[in-house]
């Protein structure tokens, strides 16, 4: 698959939701690192009006760009981190949790009974990203 901004072959990509349906995004290396400011500034506010704590962003910014950087986290480490943010009260770390969970892949086939308990999450962009989980693991 190639960067949707240049024909270099697009080494990752993110899955926003825009008007309430999943979009994906793919990038070259060099855009990934350009557009991961842009996404974080775009994706996190939208949790800062719930009573979210910005102080844990730096962490998900972390494992943000591990994607887009040489690798600091390991899958079992990331597995780890994000079955243990389904299971916390603040929806953007159930959101960002059922997102990296999608973004494992079938790696993450053990999530899934956790994933499908956030199908009746009452965020809905919690309850977006555990679906596209889901779907995206058993594919």
Same mark, same amino acid.
């Given at each position: 698959?190639?960067? %949707?901004?240049?024909?270099?072959?697009?080494?990752?990509?993110?899955?926003?939701?825009?008007?309430?349906? &999943?979009?994906?995004?793919?990038?070259?290396?060099?855009?990934?690192? %350009? $557009?991961?400011?842009?996404?974080?500034?775009?994706?996190?506010?939208?949790?800062?009006? $719930?009573?979210?704590?910005? /102080?844990?962003?730096?962490?998900?910014?972390?494992?943000?760009?591990?994607?887009?950087?040489? !690798?600091?986290?390991?899958?079992?480490?990331?597995?780890?981190? !994000?079955?243990? !943010?389904?299971?916390?009260?603040?929806?953007?770390?159930?959101?960002?949790?059922?997102?990296?969970?999608?973004?494992?892949? &079938?790696?993450?086939? %053990?999530?899934?009974?956790?994933? $499908?308990?956030?199908?009746?999450? &009452?965020?809905?962009?919690?309850?977006? /990203?555990?679906?596209? /989980?889901? $779907?995206?693991? %058993?594919?």
């Amino acid at each position: 698959m190639k960067c %949707e901004l240049c024909d270099q072959e697009a080494v990752t990509h993110v899955t926003d939701l825009e008007h309430g349906a &999943p979009r994906e995004h793919h990038f070259c290396q060099e855009h990934a690192q %350009e $557009r991961l400011g842009d996404y974080l500034s775009r994706v996190l506010p939208r949790f800062s009006d $719930r009573g979210l704590d910005p /102080a844990q962003w730096p962490q998900w910014a972390a494992l943000l760009f591990q994607n887009f950087a040489p !690798s600091t986290v390991s899958k079992a480490e990331l597995l780890k981190f !994000s079955m243990d !943010s389904l299971k916390q009260h603040d929806a953007r770390s159930r959101y960002f949790g059922a997102a990296w969970l999608g973004f494992l892949g &079938p790696d993450a086939k %053990e999530a899934v009974p956790d994933l $499908r308990c956030l199908l009746d999450d &009452p965020e809905p962009l919690v309850r977006e /990203a555990a679906k596209e /989980a889901i $779907r995206k693991i %058993e594919e």
